[in-house]
């Protein structure tokens, strides 16, 4: 399993597009298999300057619904559209997703959903279930944000990666990154400051009680990543049992 860091930042980070990975995995024979993990306003660009062919994705992740992790969608689905995809598409994230995805597309480009030439696919991932969808294992848990937020589990062929979405972590979205080959989990400050995100070291002692081989720290605050630069790295090299980083945009990770 191969994950590419297209986004990197928070919300309004005039520098970072919002973070949003994107996961392959290739199959016997040659095909592949291909998901995004949150779509925010300024991550389709990003995508379409990693991937010219409109088919080539099978499913988005929405953790929650706040703009920086959904409101790409409408671009997105629309170029797939202009660029006469035909395979069918699932937009999978908690219980609602189809009717806020839908909505926010018709908000955008009022009746472009009626003439898309593939299959929308929603698809409902609630904590306690297990699905199989687009060739992986999905798995979901809440984790402590606001605005409800689902952490998730995705796995195929003996890999798995979490990937955290915002908030910080509960017991919850500990027992899904249990044995991770990679935690991707927000870090908006070095320490725990803002109750409604996670932190750096509060990242660090998830990842570690999971029994994460690795850890990258993404959605982290724009001041908090520039200033404190320093600070984060030695922090870094402290760890030794894991391997910790602080992915670049357009950054790759095999696992
Ligand atoms: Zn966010
Ligand atoms: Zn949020």
């Not at 016997?28 to 291909?34: A, I, M, V």
Request: proline share 5%; aromatic share 10%; with cysteine.
């Amino acid at each position: 399993m191969r994950v590419k860091f297209l986004g990197v930042g928070e919300a309004f980070d005039e520098r970072l597009p919002n973070t949003s990975i994107w996961v392959r995995d290739e199959e016997e024979g040659g095909g592949r298999r291909s998901v995004l993990l949150d779509c925010g306003f300024t991550a389709p660009p990003r995508f379409w300057a990693s991937c010219a062919d409109p088919d080539e994705l099978q499913a988005i992740w929405i953790s929650h619904f706040h703009g920086d992790h959904f409101f790409g969608i409408p671009a997105l689905l629309t170029r797939f559209w202009e660029s006469g995809r035909r395979k069918p598409l699932v937009v999978a994230g908690q219980e609602g997703v189809g009717t806020v995805v839908s909505q926010a597309i018709r908000l955008a480009y009022s009746s472009v959903m009626d003439k898309f030439g593939f299959e929308l696919q929603f698809l409902d991932i609630e904590p306690g279930n297990t699905v199989e969808a687009a060739g992986f294992t999905w798995s979901a848990a809440e984790s402590g944000h606001p605005q409800r937020n689902l952490a998730l589990r995705l796995a195929r062929g003996g890999k798995s990666l979490f990937y955290g979405g915002d908030g910080p972590p509960t017991d919850q979205t500990l027992k899904i990154a249990h044995g991770c080959d990679l935690v991707i989990h927000e870090a908006f400050s070095v320490e725990q400051k803002y109750p409604s995100h996670g932190s750096m070291r509060g990242a660090i002692d998830f990842a570690s009680n999971a029994g994460a081989k690795a850890l990258a720290f993404v959605h982290i605050q724009r001041d908090e990543r520039r200033e404190r630069r320093d600070e984060i790295n030695w922090l870094i090299e402290k760890i030794k049992d894991m391997r910790v980083f602080m992915p670049e945009p357009d950054e790759e990770f095999e696992l």
